[in-house]
T-cell receptor
Framework: GQSLEQPSEVTAVEGAIVQINCTYQ??????LSWYQQHDGGAPTFLSY????GLEETGRFSSFLSRSDSYGYLLLQELQMKDSASYFC???????????FGQGTELSVKP | SQTIHQWPATLVQPVGSPLSLECTVE??????LYWYRQAAGRGLQLLFY??????ISSEVPQNLSASRPQDRQFILSSKKLLLSDSGFYLC????????????FGQGTRLTVV
C-alpha cells in the first residue's frame, strides 16, 4: 500500500522561511504533489516533483529525493495568508488512486 | 475551461437516513474521479476512485457506495447513515490516472445527527 508521513503542525513568523517534510512509502511512484487547504475550503494544487531536485514556483519550492523516499515544501517570505494546511500526495502503483498525507497545519505569526 | 460542481455545500441528516452526493465535471472527457472524506483537523481519506464509466474502486469498506452513471458524473451514496459518516466530503478529478494535479470541488459538509 501507500503511506505518507508529515509533521502535524509548524509555526513560523511573517517573512521567515519554513520547510515542511514528507516521507512516503509506495509500491509505484508517479511523483510527489503538494496541496494547500485553507480552513473550510477545498485543497488546491501547489507543486509537483517527478524527478529528483528542486522545483520553484514563486515563493514556493518543492524538493524530491526518490532514493530517500523524501520530499519537502519550502515556503519563503511567509505571509499571514500562508496560514493553512499543507498536504503531500502520491499516486499508487500503476497510477489511479491518489493518496494524501495527514497534513501539516502551518501557523504564521506576526 | 474545466469546472467541477459538487452539491450540496452543507447537509444535516438523521442517523439511518439515505445519502446522495453528486459531483459533475465540465469541459473535459473521461476524467479520473475521486471521493475523499476529511474528518475535522485530519487528512484526506480516499473513499472511491474511478478511471471510467462503471469502473469504481473502493478503498475503505464501509456503508458508503459510489456510482458513475455518466462519463462526468460521480455519485456517493449510503442507504443508512451512521454518526461516524459525518465529515467533509470532497470530489476531485484529474486528467489521467497518472496526472500530477487533481482539481477539487468545494466540498459537502455532512453532519449526521
Amino acid at each position: 500500500g501507500q503511506s505518507l508521513e508529515q509533521p502535524s503542525e509548524v509555526t513560523a513568523v511573517e517573512g521567515a522561511i519554513v520547510q515542511i517534510n514528507c516521507t512516503y512509502q509506495t509500491s509505484g511512484f508517479y511523483g510527489l504533489s503538494w496541496y494547500q487547504q485553507h480552513d473550510g475550503g477545498a485543497p488546491t494544487f501547489l507543486s509537483y516533483n517527478a524527478l529528483d531536485g528542486l522545483e520553484e514556483t514563486g515563493r514556493f519550492s518543492s524538493f524530491l529525493s526518490r532514493s530517500d523516499s523524501y520530499g519537502y515544501l519550502l515556503l519563503q517570505e511567509l505571509q499571514m495568508k500562508d496560514s493553512a494546511s499543507y498536504f503531500c500526495a502520491v499516486r499508487g502503483n500503476q497510477g489511479g488512486k491518489l493518496i494524501f498525507g495527514q497534513g501539516t497545519e502551518l501557523s504564521v505569526k506576526p | 475551461s474545466q469546472t467541477i460542481h459538487q452539491w450540496p455545500a452543507t447537509l444535516v441528516q438523521p442517523v439511518g437516513s439515505p445519502l446522495s452526493l453528486e459531483c459533475t465535471v465540465e469541459g473535459t472527457s473521461n476524467p479520473n474521479l475521486y471521493w475523499y472524506r476529511q474528518a475535522a483537523g485530519r487528512g484526506l481519506q480516499l473513499l472511491f476512485y474511478s478511471v471510467g464509466i462503471g469502473q469504481i474502486s473502493s478503498e475503505v469498506p464501509q456503508n458508503l457506495s459510489a456510482s458513475r452513471p455518466q462519463d462526468r458524473q460521480f455519485i456517493l451514496s449510503s442507504k443508512k447513515l451512521l454518526l461516524s459518516d459525518s465529515g467533509f466530503y470532497l470530489c476531485a478529478w484529474s486528467v489521467t490516472s497518472t496526472s500530477s494535479e487533481a482539481f477539487f470541488g468545494q466540498g459537502t459538509r455532512l453532519t449526521v445527527v
